[in-house]
């Protein structure tokens, strides 16, 4: 069975600092993979999707970049951590093609970025 | 633009109701329509996927219906039970893309 992995669940890092969160997806290949943020109170605002290796798609000018190294293995990045990023951040991974329309999305459990 | 809404924000109600929550979208050309909940400071876990072939599909106490032609989706949970309190998502799949609403976040109250 497919599942996915994230990690860390929670993170306190100063403003200025570096950032890297970690998703990798298992029993699955050629995923498409994706990155949520989710702010106190706010809805969920997809940042970045990626359908392989190496492409990369940026949906709002932001702090954060993102890299798949690995068809299974997705990075959310940035080199100076703003207050502004604070929030829960979800990664979600689903088939391609035409299976997507009956399997859907599965995301894993966040991680709650908090940035003093 | 997909537009995607979900009234009411917030839902108390006793337990063992019946209840529905509701989903609104402006573009019915959609791929499919996808029900989540989530606990707080959880990730999101998947209830139901309806195809935008399908009218409604069933999954114990939940049933989620799909009405393209009028831009809606229910989700029905029966027999409510405190367990069920949680934030209830709907993301739609179209040609734009993903987007979800801004979730219900529905307390069963023992």
């Known amino acids: 069975s497919q599942t996915i992995h994230q990690w860390p669940a929670t993170l306190v890092q100063p403003v200025g600092s570096p950032l890297s969160l970690e998703c990798t997806v298992e029993?699955?290949?050629?995923?498409?993979l994706y990155w949520y943020r989710q702010a106190a109170g706010r809805g969920l605002q997809l940042l970045f999707y990626?359908?392989?290796?190496?492409?990369i798609s940026s949906e709002v000018p932001q702090n954060l970049s993102a890299s798949r190294p690995q068809d299974r293995q997705f990075i959310l990045s940035s080199k100076k951590l703003l207050l502004s990023d604070s929030g829960f951040y979800l990664c979600?991974?689903?088939?391609?093609?035409?299976?997507?329309?009956?399997?859907?999305?599965?995301f894993g459990s966040g991680t709650r970025l908090t940035v003093v | 633009k997909q537009e995607v809404t979900q009234i009411p924000a917030a839902l108390s109600v006793p337990e063992g109701e019946n209840l529905v929550l509701n989903c609104s979208f402006t573009?019915?050309?959609?791929?499919?329509l996808q029900w989540f909940r989530q606990d707080p400071g959880k990730g999101l876990t998947s209830l139901l996927l309806?195809?935008?072939?399908?009218r409604e599909q069933t999954s114990g106490r939940l049933n989620a219906s799909l009405d393209k032609s009028s831009g809606r989706s229910t989700l029905y949970i029966a027999a409510s039970q405190p367990g069920d309190s949680a934030t209830y998502l709907c993301?739609?799949?179209?040609?734009?893309?993903?987007?979800f609403g801004q979730g219900t976040r529905l307390t069963i109250n023992p």
């Open positions: 029993g699955t290949s050629n995923p498409n």
């Open positions: 309806i195809q935008s072939s399908q």
């Open positions: 993301l739609i799949q179209g040609a734009q893309k993903l987007v």
């Open positions: 979600a991974w689903s088939v391609q093609g035409g299976a997507l329309r009956k399997n859907g999305y599965t």
């Open positions: 573009d019915s050309a959609i791929y499919n």
């Open positions: 990626s359908v392989g290796i190496g492409q």
